[in-house]
């Protein structure tokens, strides 16, 4: 589904991502993983178009992309859940849902009610205030905000950072049953590593902005993993 060749980013004159190839299946989780700084979240915000690549490629389930806007990439299939959510505090949660009309043609313009099977706090909250949520009500708001968007490839960078262990494992199980269902690749960016370890079907470790190590968790042990996250 996705494929990255040669990939490079800067930001001014300071080089980032130096060369990344890797690839994310549909029906698969793709852990990218390393220490604070090695360039996980300027991975994804090249891939979603928030920061322009200086160099190489980027296909989506088969197509070359050329260097877009995020809305253009948005309306291609691309779905990002940024780190820190990202909510509107004065919108309600459906307002905040229906922002992701804009990627949709005029006749989808609708939350689907499974987003509040997936997270049924939503549908409690719904005419609450983004701000007021908690940090994990926020982070599942953020997935489904995604998820609206019918994504060809979601992108969630750090989805657990500040939230509580018990909504943890609720967006695990529904990361995981996103998976399952075998309709979208799903990259993960992630610091926690039993989380990423548990969930991951593919691993891609950063470091100095360039892949040290990746491949299915059939061929990457959990001590080569830990190795090369903790450098």
């Known amino acids: 589904m996705l494929k990255t060749r040669d990939l490079t980013l800067h930001y001014g004159h300071s080089q980032i991502l130096n060369g990344i190839d890797m690839e994310a299946a549909t029906g698969q989780i793709t852990c990218v993983m390393g220490t604070n700084g090695v360039g996980k979240t300027s991975l994804i915000r090249a891939i979603c178009g928030r920061h322009p690549r200086s160099a190489g490629t980027v296909e ?4 070359s992309l050329p260097v877009l806007p995020p809305h253009a ?3 291609k299939g691309v779905a990002l859940v940024p780190q820190g959510r990202e909510i ?3 919108l309600t949660v459906r307002e905040n849902m229906e ?7 005029k006749g989808e313009h609708e939350v689907p009610e ?14 609450r205030r983004g701000g007021d949520l908690s940090g994990g009500q926020q982070q599942q708001l953020a997935i489904a905000r995604a998820l609206i968007t019918k994504p060809k490839l979601l992108l969630l960078d750090e989805p657990t950072e500040g939230i509580q262990p018990n909504i943890i494992q609720q967006i695990g199980k529904v990361i995981a ?10 990259v ?4 926690f590593f039993d989380f990423a370890h548990d969930l991951g079907d593919r691993f891609v470790v950063l470091r100095r902005g360039e892949v040290t190590l990746a491949g299915q968790k059939g061929d990457v042990t959990r001590d080569q993993l830990l190795a090369g996250v903790s450098v």
Do not use: H, S
Not at 60 to 63: N, V
Not at 116 to 123: A, R, T, Y
């Open 73 to 75: 990439l948005a309306q």
């Open 88 to 90: 509107f505090p004065l």
């Open 177 to 186: 049953m996103l998976r399952d269902e075998g309709r979208m690749a799903i």
């Open 60 to 63: 989506l389930d088969g197509e």
């Open 99 to 105: 922002t992701a009309f804009a990627c949709l043609p």
């Open 114 to 127: 499974a987003m509040f099977e997936l997270f049924p706090v939503l549908k409690e909250m719904q005419n």
């Open 188 to 191: 993960l960016v992630e610091q």
